[in-house]
């Protein structure tokens, strides 16, 4: 019986010879990360256990990216715990602001996140290096404490399901699209517990950045990891981002003969962009269904899709035309590597002249912590993750998620647009 | 070990967002988070309840952000434990880490009304609604996690297992 590509990367970081679903393991771990608000708890689990030292301060990185730049005295003594530990400890992958970006579009820009690897990290979205064919998963802090000391974490192993998409998508269409329609296809617990491979010539063809949007939001759907093959994409991507890092990797593939609990099969051409309504990113519909619905804010940004080729396609919407007047839009390159190519390419200068503000990379707005936080009745679209009630601020206002064009093509028009609306 | 209380019940999909949402992650404090639980879908919750009254959730228990803040807040605020159709994987993790006694139950779930007396039995995950009169069967705990948490939680079991 052949083995899916989680199955191998769980196995290769064990002793065993054969590996099953179901199978607890403990498993060595490569990569772990913590930010400034799950970090400081284990930070004092740690302290607590007595332990001395960390096991490798090399596998180690601390990304203080939640309410940074503090936003008030209580996160900045959140973030004094971060910075002291790793000076402490001399964890070596730690960012302060000015080198800081958004942990899960830093770590695969830095060559952290190699192929093959096995990576944990405290924050649910450390899913999204499965898009360079890494096993990566969210875990809580006390979990993470537990690998600052044993380099070692327990885990079941998954069940996998395969997404095979065919076919050529439509302009303004990316893997937000193809992710938030999956969701609405299996709902936010259909892939509880379980590995999501995505496959298919559609895949194939997607470039980086789209199967990091991807593979970001396989926990939106309850799934353990979201994972795509390696391939020539893949390894183009990595040659590129290791020569600072150094790091090596191995690639792993799925046994044609792989057992998976559930294979689903979406003839992706005639997709159009996505918007997932309130409360759930579940609740997806072709943005052409989503009428007359105004908005007060427009976030572009987020470790779904501040990437580079995010902050393309909002510029080429939003080039030459005004955001609304009755509406904010701000946008958050994910890193500052990003920020430095989106300045040489002159997209920073057509947001802030289209009437956008441009911000520092954070987490900030995405999770409801800060810059641009909503008022009662009021109403986001978000190239973020999450929907949810009260996720952006207020119990009573409201985010819909969607791809960048679309967040674009909605601060011009003041509602939920497609970009074509504009263009 | 017997827990036993009033229930509140909750729907399917509560998300950590809505058991402590993210202003209060300011604090790592289990009082200050438990004087906030719930407060992004129930306000006031931690002022409503009595220590030792149990949580009644429907699927996916727990989704959303991996924080831990979530199960400090509900075990911060005097919840017993938390009965549910499912939970979602991280919470599930952390409440075991954290030491808050979760039980996994559809039957339960779906039976228990909100305002139900309940005694769940911790080592054998038989849940009894002493207003109904009824009982209901949790699943059983993996062996390596029921060590776990006899060890007292994750982090006693990784300084006992270090030596």
């Known amino acids: 019986m052949g083995y899916t590509i989680t199955e191998k ?90 080198c800081m970006g958004i942990e899960h579009a830093l770590l695969p820009e830095e060559g952290l996140t190699v192929p093959g690897d096995l990576i944990i990290g405290a924050d649910s979205h450390t899913c999204t290096y499965g898009a360079v064919g890494a096993f990566s998963t969210g875990v809580g802090s006390t979990d993470l404490a537990a690998v600052f000391i044993r380099g070692r974490i327990w885990f079941k192993v998954p069940e996998s399901i395969k997404f095979i998409y065919t076919g050529k998508l439509n302009k303004w269409v990316g893997g937000k699209d193809l992710i938030l329609y999956t969701i609405g296809d299996i709902g936010v617990d259909g892939a509880l517990y379980k590995a999501m491979e995505f496959t298919g010539d559609a895949i194939e063809r997607l470039p980086m950045d789209d199967r990091f949007a991807m593979c970001n939001m396989a926990i939106e759907a309850g799934g353990k990891n979201g994972i795509i093959g390696a391939d020539d994409t893949t390894l183009k991507y990595v040659k590129e981002t290791t020569k600072k890092s150094k790091k090596k990797w191995k690639i792993y593939k799925s046994d044609k003969d792989a057992q998976y609990c559930e294979v689903k099969e979406y003839d992706v051409s005639k997709l159009e962009p996505m918007v997932s309504l309130p409360p759930l990113p579940s609740n997806a519909k072709p943005v052409s269904q989503v009428k007359n619905v105004k908005i007060d804010q427009s976030v572009i940004g987020s470790c779904t899709n501040g990437r580079i080729s995010d902050l393309r396609m909002a510029a080429k919407v939003l080039k030459g035309k005004k955001v609304h007047k009755d509406v904010r839009c701000i946008i958050f390159p994910a890193t500052q590597a990003v920020y430095l190519q989106a300045m040489d390419e002159g997209l920073l200068e057509i947001f802030v002249r289209s009437g956008c503000a441009v911000s520092t990379p954070t987490c900030g707005p995405c999770l409801g912590g800060h810059m641009g936080i909503l008022a009662a009745g009021e109403r986001s679209i978000a190239t973020t993750n999450r929907n949810f009630t009260g996720r952006m601020g207020h119990l009573k206002s409201e985010v819909y998620l969607s791809n960048p064009a679309v967040a674009a093509a909605s601060a011009i028009k003041g509602k939920i647009a497609h970009p074509e609306e504009v263009i | 070990m017997i827990l036993k209380g009033k229930t509140w019940k909750f729907g399917n999909d509560i998300n950590t967002d809505e058991i402590i949402p993210a202003k209060y992650l300011v604090s790592v404090d289990p009082k200050v988070l438990g004087e906030n639980c719930m407060d992004g879908i129930t306000p006031g919750f931690s002022k409503k309840i009595a220590f030792g ?43 075991i880490n954290i030491g808050l006694p979760i039980f996994e139950c559809p039957e339960a779930a779906k039976s228990i009304e909100e305002g139900d007396e309940v005694e769940v039995d911790a080592s054998t995950g038989l849940i009894r609604n002493l207003t109904k009169n009824k009982k209901y069967q949790a699943k059983p705990m993996p062996a390596f996690m029921q060590e776990l948490i006899g060890a007292g939680g994750l982090m006693k079991w990784v300084v006992k297992k270090n030596g």
Do not use: W
Request: proline letters at 4%.
């Open chain 2, 53 to 95: 009254n149990i949580i009644v959730g429907g699927k996916n228990f727990g989704c959303g952000s991996s924080r831990e803040h979530a199960p400090l807040a509900i075990k911060g605020c005097g919840i017993s434990c938390v009965i549910a159709d499912s939970f979602a994987r991280i919470f599930y993790r952390n409440s």
């Open chain 1, 9 to 98: 990367i769980l196995m290769a970081h064990t002793d065993r010879k054969s590996i099953s679903p179901g199978d607890l393991v403990d498993c060595k771990v490569d990569l772990c990360l913590g930010n400034d608000i799950t970090a400081p708890i284990a930070i004092s689990e740690f302290e607590k256990a007595g332990a001395g030292k960390v096991f490798d301060n090399k596998k180690i990185a601390l990304v203080p990216d939640h309410f940074s730049p503090a936003k008030d005295i209580k996160s900045a003594e959140q973030l004094k715990v971060l910075r002291e530990f790793a000076k402490k400890h001399s964890i070596k992958y730690y960012y302060e602001i000015g």
